[in-house]
């Protein structure tokens, strides 16, 4: 639940009035200037804030913020979760009338509502200021169209969870590089043909692109607000995951199964799946879906193409943006930057609500990274995920409207994701499919 889902939505967000000629009923506040002087006095003045959000417990931080500045109460409401919200955010934007203050945005969602102009261009707020207190990858991603359309809230720098006892009864190691993972793939179902190194799951987008970029995609580009480039047939870093995830399908040494179900989560707590590639957000869902399985699971890097030279990725991670149709901007800038980057705030969204933090403040901590996770007994899984974090390839681009295109991915590489799929064909087959929406909503499409 703390997973910042990537769930692939419908192409009717879009159809809302998501196109590259901006928004309707919402000029105002996409270019609102302020002082930055105000957002610090909008602390210490009577102001009601709206603020949608699907995480669970967030609630304890927000609780945090109005006891230590009692004038401002931020009423925080669940309106659905990602797709959900989406959906309902761009009708209110579209309407003029009816959207939050506040709104939590995942990463890969935010460029569609920035390139039109429906959030708050924090910049003119002073918010980029707060530059350094971040991690590179999430500074990167709040910065788009031209501008800073949010405050990163959290991210999910891709690490290896390993079961434990299935890699020990075959006196294997976590596999460092992907010639190794490979070799494990066949090593484990030679043993049992029922268990498999990993599965792929065909619908899900998110960490389709997530393993194209650790593996050194960018097949994205955007230019302004109109320029948009995909290629997913000649970027070497996705020709290189199909390369490596297709040799792993044609010997049948990998699961095709849809995730994030009852059924997945028992042969994950069975150990049909050695290894479970995924953000750093994971040990909250897993010592809730699995709490048996607390002991047998431990925390590696993810594999390289060459050992030594580590290189991971973002799976996940979620900003706060400011709607332009917030009739209190410069409150909500201020509660959007103190939830995010306040010392105490990021700390409670790390214990309380088990987000994996975006600042460095925690990042950077020896205290943070050398801590125990009661999950995974003799280990401390928060080193990796911070060398991950700090191994993330900078310069990862989403989509104006990446909802769309993750939407799609399914009837593209999912197709493809089986013994025998021809995944640079699949990966072809997407970029087509993203070219032609995009060039429908009046981008000029490279």
């Not at 995010?340 to 609500?353: C, F, G, M, R």
């Not at 995974?376 to 899984?381: A, I, L, Y």
Request: net charge neutral; glycine share 10%.
């Amino acid at each position: 639940m703390n997973r910042s889902l990537l769930t692939a939505a419908t192409a009717a967000v879009l159809a809302l009035g998501l196109t590259a000629c901006g928004g309707s009923g919402t000029g105002t506040g996409g270019s609102s200037q302020a002082d930055p002087a105000a957002v610090r006095e909008a602390l210490g003045k009577p102001a009601d804030i709206t603020f949608w959000t699907w995480v669970p417990n967030i609630d304890k931080t927000v609780a945090l913020f109005e006891k230590k500045y009692p004038k401002i109460h931020v009423k925080v409401v669940n309106v659905g979760q990602s797709e959900a919200q989406y959906t309902k955010l761009q009708a209110a934007l579209k309407a003029g009338k009816g959207a939050p203050d506040v709104a939590q945005i995942e990463y890969f969602a935010l460029p569609q509502f920035a390139i039109t102009k429906q959030l708050v261009d924090l910049a003119g707020y002073g918010a980029t200021g707060l530059k350094d207190k971040f991690a590179p990858s999430a500074w990167s991603q709040v910065n788009v169209a031209g501008g800073m359309y949010g405050i990163p809230q959290d991210t999910g720098p891709m690490a290896m969870f390993y079961r434990k006892d299935v890699l020990a009864g075959l006196g294997a190691t976590p596999p460092r590089t992907w010639d190794e993972f490979n070799a494990l793939a066949k090593k484990i179902h030679a043993a049992d043909p029922d268990k498999y190194i990993t599965y792929t799951d065909p619908g899900d987008a998110g960490t389709g692109n997530s393993m194209i970029w650790q593996s050194g995609g960018f097949p994205y580009k955007v230019t302004g607000t109109t320029g948009v480039a995909a290629d997913l047939k000649g970027d070497p870093g996705a020709q290189k995951w199909a390369g490596t995830y297709g040799a792993l399908l044609k010997d049948k040494l990998l699961d095709t199964t849809p995730s994030w179900n009852d059924a997945w989560w028992k042969s994950m707590a069975a150990g049909k799946y050695a290894i479970w590639m995924t953000g750093a957000w994971a040990p909250a869902v897993m010592e809730q879906n699995m709490p048996q399985s607390k002991g047998q699971w431990d925390v590696a890097p993810m594999p390289q193409t060459t050992a030594g030279t580590p290189a991971s990725a973002e799976n996940g991670g979620s900003s706060v943006a400011v709607t332009a149709q917030s009739a209190n901007k410069a409150a909500s800038v201020a509660f959007a930057q103190w939830l995010d980057s306040d010392p105490e705030a990021v700390t409670s969204l790390n214990k309380d609500v088990g987000l994996f933090p975006a600042t460095k403040v925690l990042l950077d901590d020896p205290a943070f990274r050398s801590a125990t996770v009661p999950y995974f007994p003799g280990s401390k899984p928060n080193e990796i995920f911070a060398q991950m974090s700090q191994a993330v390839r900078p310069g990862w681009q989403y989509l104006p409207f990446q909802v769309y295109a993750n939407s799609v991915y399914k009837d593209s590489v999912g197709q493809a994701l089986k013994p025998g799929g021809d995944l640079p064909a699949a990966l072809s087959a997407w970029q087509d499919r993203i070219t032609t929406f995009g060039k429908e909503q009046g981008f000029t499409m490279k």
